[in-house]
């Protein structure tokens, strides 16, 4: 027997089949704004994917470690080979002729594509590339192209070639979620994981998790959850037999509701859903309950493919402004193409349907061409945005017909990680005084937007939205925005200083 206290060795002691997919992007921001303040919802958006792509210092050592790996290689890489692991302990026995290992002592098992596996006491054979940890065994994975992983994990067997094995008492993190398991499977076409949770919400007792008996991930394409049940704290939402999340999609995999205050609705409660029957083919459901209107849905069957995104829509939507409409039903139609090498794009948009607001009924007919230049970049970090659009709005309720072009120019920058700010003109021919109904339209066509935001620290920011009626020279509306990160929750709140309103919103980690 060879003993010896570090070994490097070319053989296939990797965790690659411990990944799984990026399982769930951060939610995106979209703003509620009549001041285009939305100009600036990448800032959210950028903090989020930021928070949901971090890594733990032991990842970011394992980068390092396997860099000096590949740095010290004696013999270039065999392709044809596994990749080469680096085996340290205070003691390791190895056996030249059987592949037989065993090492205790603080065992560190690192191989060249960042995987490490770290445990007291670990035996196996290196030919047949086996491995058996009777007792605790820590797992780090930061691998390009697979799940960032840090997880501990019991009597864990597992075969490398095969591409197989088992882990009990298993809990740590997997990309973006927290998770607990009796006891984890690994297969090469997918993990599963029973009696488990997961969570975005760090905290040892989390705010919220989701529970199943059963967990199945297949990676690249869905998460299939049984005897679901969602929880805040120790209390039930809800519960379903079964709960499918696409991978592959902008999918949120824990689905907790919202909720919120708003002078026009009051206190309301919300949460959406989306239901996916094939790949490309899925129902989109929202649920809202407000204080003053009572209970409100809205749903739609979506197709998108190459040649665009069809909707089929039905039931109340709500704009920025609160303005409700009741779409029963609408088709929807939008395809963005862009113009070869150019940096133009053409937007179309086509929208049919019954629209009913006020005990007014119309037959609403929208068709929009959109052209639009890629941002311009003016230096100093300036960036230009321009488009324009011609519309055609057809209402049977009174046969009007509202058309004509619209255009939009729009500079912003970003001063520094701290301070952004933009301008905004704009011009559009229908309005809520020249239209049948008034949802997601201003008083007037047109427009001078303006604002800024500030971080204040790690966790607060204010954004500052100006929009002025250029037709009177006057002040439209000013909105305040305060952006409010808890350990496991935001708070959104949004003062609308010419209405003197207060409206907030509190939803659960949206990252």
Known sequence: MNRTTKALLCTGLVMASLAVPEMAAASRYSASTDTNADVLDYLENNKRSARTNAIADEQKQLIHDAFEM???????????????????????????????????????????????????????????????????????????????????????????????????????????????????????????????????????????????????????????????????????VFSAKKHTTRLDKDEDVIEMPRIGYNHDDGWWLSKDFNFYLTKNLYLNTEFIYTGKYGFHSHGAVVYENNLGKFELMTGYYESSNNKWIKKAPSFRYTKSIPLSDTPFTVSLKYERGHWSQNNIHSMHTYYGLTLSHAPIDLGGNHKLDLSTTYSVTDESANHSRIKGMGYAALLRRDVDDRWSYYTRYSYTQANNRNSVFDYDLDNYSRKLSAGFSYKINARDRVLVGTAFDMSNYTLADMDVYWFHDFHCLQLISRYRAKRHQVNFTLQFNPW
Not at 85 to 107: K, W
Not at 151 to 180: A, F, L, P
Not at 186 to 212: F, N, Q, W
Not at 213 to 235: Q, T
């Open 70 to 236: 590949r740095k010290n290689l004696r013999d270039p890489l065999d392709p044809n080979k596994n990749v080469p692991v680096a085996l340290e302990g205070d003691e390791l026995f190895y056996d030249q002729h059987t592949g037989d290992f065993y090492a205790t002592g603080s065992v560190n098992i690192t191989s060249l594509d960042a995987q490490r596996f770290q445990t007291e006491e670990v035996k196996g054979n290196l030919e047949n590339t086996e491995i058996n940890v009777p007792g605790k065994g820590h797992v780090v994975q930061i691998t390009p192209g697979q799940a960032k992983i840090v997880v501990d994990g019991y009597k864990i067997q597992y075969n490398y070639t095969k591409k197989t094995g088992k882990m009990e008492d298993v809990s740590g993190k997997i990309d973006h979620q927290y998770i607990k398991g009796k006891r984890i499977e690994m297969y090469p076409d997918k993990i599963i994981v029973y009696d488990g949770y997961l969570t975005k919400c760090s905290a040892e007792h989390p705010d919220y998790r989701s529970t199943a008996s059963k967990i199945e991930i297949y990676p690249g394409d869905r998460m299939v959850c049984y005897d679901v049940k969602f929880w805040l704290a120790d209390v039930p």
